[in-house]
């Protein structure tokens, strides 16, 4: 068993009880892990708040990853509050909807800075503020997809910013190397979440993965929270700036 007591850990990206950040939340709380969990705005509190209800000991706060002064603000009460920091979990990403329709050829230069600025920047940001907390070392953990490396249909411009997440997280693990601060990335199958939703297609893409992975299956939030679990303890003190497939297997296959 994995015991993370004594440990504190923020998690970022908590929409609703499907979040990809919700399944991780559990499995760190389920191992002793003392979580701050930040949700996006005002309009989130409620749904956050009652989740977080649901892990005793668990405290919620505000923040904006695309916000500076929030993230400042953030790290500042986070110091405030448990002194030291251990894990860092970034499970957020965002493209405006029009980009993530039509063609790649077609993407706006606002759509390609909103989608870099949110899903990969944000993770330098909240990285720069953990890492002086980080005073015992630490994990950053931080979620990726398949079409960062192989063309996903639709995925477009959210493909180009998890490439770049994936080399964000060598470039982390490399600066924050020296202070004991692991940097790794999950790159997860496709999973019904909000951000999901809506997409036209992915009852499908579903349908294939499945299909396709060795495992014949998709793979869901709590089994992405075991991996998680696992870079953020002891186990993996030796694995940084990877980017781990929790896919069924999916990305093994050439046909
Ligand atoms: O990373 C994602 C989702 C990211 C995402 C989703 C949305 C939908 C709503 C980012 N921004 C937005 N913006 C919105 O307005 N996934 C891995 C899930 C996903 O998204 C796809 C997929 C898959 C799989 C988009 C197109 C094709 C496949």
């Given at each position: 068993?994995?015991?993370?007591?004594?440990?504190?850990?923020?998690?970022?990206?908590?929409?609703?009880?499907?979040?990809?950040?919700?399944?991780?939340?559990?499995?760190?709380?389920?191992?002793?892990?003392?979580?701050?969990?930040?949700?996006?705005?005002?309009?989130?509190?409620?749904?956050?708040?009652?989740?977080?209800?649901?892990?005793?000991?668990?405290?919620?706060?505000?923040?904006d990853v695309s916000n500076d002064a929030e993230i400042e603000s953030l790290?500042?009460?986070?110091?405030?509050?448990?002194?030291?920091?251990?894990?860092?979990?970034?499970?957020?990403?965002?493209?405006?909807?029009?980009?993530?329709?039509?063609?790649?050829?077609?993407?706006?230069?606002?759509?390609?800075?909103?989608?870099?600025?949110?899903?990969?920047?944000?993770?330098?940001?909240?990285?720069?503020?953990?890492?002086?907390?980080?005073?015992?070392?630490?994990?950053?953990?931080?979620?990726?997809?398949?079409?960062?490396?192989?063309?996903?249909?639709?995925?477009?411009?959210?493909?180009?910013?998890?490439?770049?997440?994936?080399?964000?997280?060598?470039?982390?693990?490399?600066?924050?190397?020296?202070?004991?601060?692991?940097?790794?990335?999950?790159?997860?199958?496709?999973?019904?979440?909000?951000?999901?939703?809506?997409?036209?297609?992915?009852?499908?893409?579903?349908?294939?993965?499945?299909?396709?992975?060795?495992?014949?299956?998709?793979?869901?939030?709590?089994?992405?929270?075991?991996?998680?679990?696992?870079?953020?303890?002891?186990?993996?003190?030796?694995?940084?700036?990877?980017?781990?497939?929790?896919?069924?297997?999916?990305?093994?296959?050439?046909?």
């Open positions: 068993m994995i015991d993370l007591t004594g440990k504190t850990a923020v998690v970022f990206g908590l929409a609703n009880k499907r979040s990809i950040a919700w399944g991780i939340a559990q499995k760190l709380h389920g191992a002793g892990a003392t979580l701050a969990i930040c949700y996006q705005n005002e309009r989130m509190r409620a749904e956050a708040g009652d989740l977080i209800h649901e892990l005793p000991g668990t405290s919620g706060f505000q923040c790290f500042a009460a986070l110091k405030e509050k448990f002194g030291k920091l251990d894990i860092l979990v970034h499970a957020v990403a965002f493209a405006p909807a029009e980009d993530l329709k039509g063609e790649f050829i077609n993407t706006s230069r606002e759509g390609f800075r909103i989608a870099h600025d949110v899903s990969v920047y944000s993770l330098i940001a909240v990285s720069r503020g953990a890492a002086p907390l980080m005073t015992a070392g630490g994990s950053i953990i931080t979620l990726s997809y398949y079409a960062a490396e192989k063309v996903v249909p639709h995925y477009n411009v959210m493909a180009l910013a998890k490439a770049s997440l994936e080399s964000a997280v060598r470039y982390l693990a490399w600066d924050l190397g020296p202070k004991n601060i692991r940097v790794n990335a999950i790159s997860a199958g496709p999973i019904k979440t909000l951000a999901a939703r809506g997409i036209g297609a992915l009852g499908d893409m579903m349908k294939a993965h499945a299909e396709r992975a060795p495992l014949h299956r998709n793979v869901d939030q709590l089994e992405v929270g075991g991996t998680a679990l696992y870079l953020a303890s002891d186990l993996a003190s030796a694995v940084t700036g990877e980017t781990i497939y929790v896919d069924c297997g999916y990305n093994i296959m050439g046909f």
